[in-house]
């Protein structure tokens, strides 16, 4: 699978927009881009996914560059609860191709 | 999304001892993933668990240290062995989702062991 690489952290104002880049420049054609986050004390949350559409859902929206090397994920207006790491993580399929390999992450920090 | 009970939630331990972590899934899943997380880390694959066969280890973990058990669909147990302080750890199982319920994996709220 391929790496990706985020910035460790990142602060955001709660009611902006939160924009988390990552970065996986070796992603083959058959990978897609998952995102995960997990808020302190708890087991990681799928967020959304793609393969290179951009994609929207209750949670997020993900945009994926047109060479799909670089991803950003949007939480469009983020609440304090939003606190949490975020994973970006490069796989291929989506079903039995086993686990998840999970990177470093971002932090990011929502503040009032 | 699978519901995923782990328990128990949290346990400190003597060092020597073992500790059995449940897992179980309110539906049938054919994989289960066992993972651990140390203090300030990232999560790192342990073992992935099938029904019926023996767990597949990764890199640095072997059986003596995690045995696993998965006999049904729904349920499997990690049995940390032995352990020592460097056993502190979050634990964690999860499961694969089917498609058209988000695609991914679902995770359990995890098992802090504290060995003393």
């Known amino acids: 699978d391929a790496k990706t690489t985020q910035p460790p952290s990142m602060d955001c104002a709660e009611g902006r927009a939160a924009n988390l880049p990552c970065n996986h420049s070796?992603?083959?054609?058959?990978?897609?881009v998952y995102w995960y986050r997990q808020i302190h004390s708890q087991g990681p949350q799928y967020i959304i996914h793609?393969?290179?559409n951009n994609e929207t859902n209750e949670m997020a929206s993900l945009i994926i560059t047109e060479d799909r090397k670089s991803s950003t994920l949007i939480l469009p207006h983020a609440t304090l609860r939003d606190t949490a790491v975020y994973y970006c993580i490069v796989r291929v399929a989506k079903r039995s191709q086993g686990n998840l390999i999970f990177g470093k992450g971002t932090k990011l920090s929502v503040k009032p | 999304s699978a519901v995923i009970s782990q328990k128990p939630s949290r346990d400190i331990c003597q060092r020597g001892t073992s500790l059995t972590i449940q897992c179980q899934v309110d539906s049938q899943v054919t994989m289960m993933f066992w993972y651990r997380q140390q203090p300030g880390q990232s999560l790192t694959l342990i073992a992935t668990a099938n029904q019926g066969s023996e767990a597949t280890y990764e890199s640095g973990f072997v059986i003596d240290k995690f045995p696993i058990s998965r006999p049904n669909l729904t349920f499997s147990t990690l049995t940390v062995s032995n352990m020592s302080p460097e056993d502190s750890s979050i634990y964690l199982c999860?499961?694969?989702?089917?498609?058209?319920?988000?695609?991914?994996?679902?995770f359990g709220s995890g098992t802090r062991l504290t060995v003393v």
């Open positions: 999860s499961v694969e989702e089917g498609i058209g319920q988000g695609d991914g994996y679902t």
């Open positions: 070796t992603i083959s054609g058959n990978e897609y």
């Open positions: 793609g393969l290179k």
